[in-house]
Structures are given as C-alpha cells and as structure tokens.
C-alpha cells in the first residue's frame, strides 16, 4: 500500500541543476525515513542522501556534499532533492526509498520501500 513515485529526472549539463521529487502514499510520511539512492550502469547501488524529521536528522554521501540538498513537504508527503553544480558523474537512474523505523542512520538494506527510478543524465 505504500507508494513511491520519483519525478524530475532528465538532461542537464555539467554544472546546472535538477530537482528530484518523490511523492510518498500510504503510511504516515513525517514518521519516515527517506532516502536517495543512485544506480549508473554497470555499477552497484549507491547512497546518495537521506532525511528523517522525528527526530531530525539528515546524511549525505561525500561525493554530493555542498552540492545535493535533500528536504520534505509534509503538507505534500513529498521529498526533494535538489542538485545543484551536476557532474557527468552525477548520471545515474535515482530512486527514492523510504523506510519506518529508529535506526540512524539506516544501510540501504533497511529501507522497505522503492520507487521505480528516475534517469537523471549530465553530459560534459
């Protein structure tokens, strides 16, 4: 019943900026964690950002520190991450993940919950 649904993907170029957004159904969103993860071809699933509001708490990987800002709506049961200053590293499909629990900061492995992805493309 819980539903994940990423939007804003597409092309930019190296150093622009897109949105991500993930509209979360089902089970109470300001309760969550929710997390960024990225996948490039041919390479494994990777962490990018996480955020949970009770309490709150936020985490980034070092590769998108100062560049990647992960926030929430909670009037819209929506988590952003923004990108800013892309990299044609940055291309990868992102996938937004959400989990319930009071482990921080949780492994990917704990998040029970997937959208199907969004293609986010840097070209150089």
């Known amino acids: 019943q819980v539903h994940l649904v990423e939007s804003g993907g597409g092309l930019a170029q190296a150093g622009g900026s897109l949105r991500l957004a993930c509209a979360v159904s089902?089970?109470?969103?300001?309760?969550?964690?929710m997390g960024w993860f990225r996948q490039a071809p041919r390479k494994d699933r990777e962490f990018v950002a996480h955020?949970?509001?009770?309490?709150?708490?936020?985490g980034y990987a070092d590769s998108v520190k100062g560049r990647f800002t992960i926030s929430g709506d909670n009037a819209k049961n929506t988590v952003y991450l923004q990108m800013n200053n892309l990299k044609p590293e940055d291309t990868a499909v992102y996938y937004c993940?959400?989990?319930?629990?009071?482990?921080?900061?949780?492994?990917?492995?704990?998040?029970?919950?997937w959208g199907q992805g969004t293609q986010v493309t840097v070209s150089s």
């Open positions: 993940a959400a989990r319930w629990g009071s482990i921080w900061p949780p492994n990917q492995y704990m998040y029970d919950y």
């Open positions: 089902g089970r109470t969103f300001s309760s969550a964690t």
């Open positions: 955020i949970r509001w009770s309490p709150t708490n936020t």
